[in-house]
């Protein structure tokens, strides 16, 4: 089923364009800064980005460890059901035991259905993209959240959940297919988007870039002739076919030989094979930005 995109009601923010937003602008508002969105969810669906989480940006939870009530993370706009906010806080309390996860959700039935299962360190609350928490958080994670707005609001989005981190704080803003096993997300920090993850189940695809379809928004629409992403992608491809003679030993070696080949030929890719060999491969944003032009690697 394919969701019509939406515009934000904007309101009270100024033009879509706007990026840079004030550090707690989104506390100013008389109402949730967002619409309300389909919100379907299946269990162990983020168990991707939450393992990225709670494994290589860890220490993120453990600079901000020594505030009184331990570092906030936020599920944003968990869905119709409050189960990826509650393996969100399984998986960071296991790296980090004093970490506080706030699911938040735009729509107050979704909110009081989730209410019974508060528990010390887990809570819910009504609110959109101005993050309704007090203080800041060290990590918001939205998936699923913007593939449902237009394009043209991205920015502002971006800009909006940025300006509700710490200093240590990362906005991770992904997509995933049903089941997740294929996902991608991009990496934000106060300065802006830093790196690109896809992650793909073994098994689960032909080409590298059959997680096209499952982009974020700010890239889906540029994965053409020209752009960046498509540069990327057709890389990707390119370097997984060169090493077909891996195929008999399993995908696995054939994906760290594509990622290593990836990082010899220059693409600034994040060289972690211990990632690596969970189908995973981070690039720098700069290498797929639509806003740069089109280079190749």
């Known amino acids: ?87 969100l806080h399984h998986r960071i309390r296991a790296a980090c035991p004093d970490a506080r996860v706030t699911g938040i959700e735009i729509e107050p039935d979704r909110v009081r259905a989730a209410k019974s299962l508060e528990h010390d360190g887990l809570d819910f609350r009504v609110g959109g993209f101005e993050i309704p928490v007090p203080g800041h958080a060290t990590m918001v994670r939205a998936f699923n959240v913007l593939r449902q707005y237009d394009e043209a609001d991205v920015r502002l989005i971006w800009g909006t959940v940025c300006s509700r981190l710490t200093p240590n704080g990362i906005f991770v803003d992904g997509t995933c297919d049903e089941i997740g096993r294929r996902s991608t997300w991009v990496a934000l920090d106060a300065s802006g988007p830093q790196s690109l993850t ?51 030993f399993g995908n696995r070696q054939r994906w760290l030989l594509m990622c290593q080949r990836m990082y010899d030929a220059g693409w600034p890719v994040t060289r972690d094979p211990s990632r690596w060999r969970l189908g995973e491969l981070t690039v720098a944003w700069s290498a797929v930005d639509p806003r740069q032009g089109a280079d190749s690697g």
Do not use: C
């Open 198 to 248: 896809i992650s793909m189940r073994f098994g689960d695809f032909e080409l590298p870039s059959d997680v096209a379809e499952r982009l974020p928004k700010a890239l889906i629409h540029h994965n053409v002739p020209g752009e960046r992403v498509n540069d990327f992608l057709r890389a990707l491809d390119q370097h997984w076919l060169a090493g077909a003679q891996l195929a008999p």
């Open 1 to 87: 089923m394919v969701q019509r995109a939406q515009r934000v009601e904007t309101a009270s923010t100024g033009p879509a364009q706007r990026v840079n937003v004030p550090r707690g602008a989104g506390r100013a508002r008389s109402k949730p800064f967002g619409n309300p969105t389909r919100g379907t969810t299946n269990p162990n669906r983020l168990r991707r980005v939450d393992r990225w989480l709670a494994g290589p940006e860890a220490w993120r939870l453990r600079r901000d460890g020594t505030a009184a009530a331990g570092p906030l993370v936020v599920d944003l706009g968990y869905g119709s059901s409050p189960t990826t906010a509650v393996e």
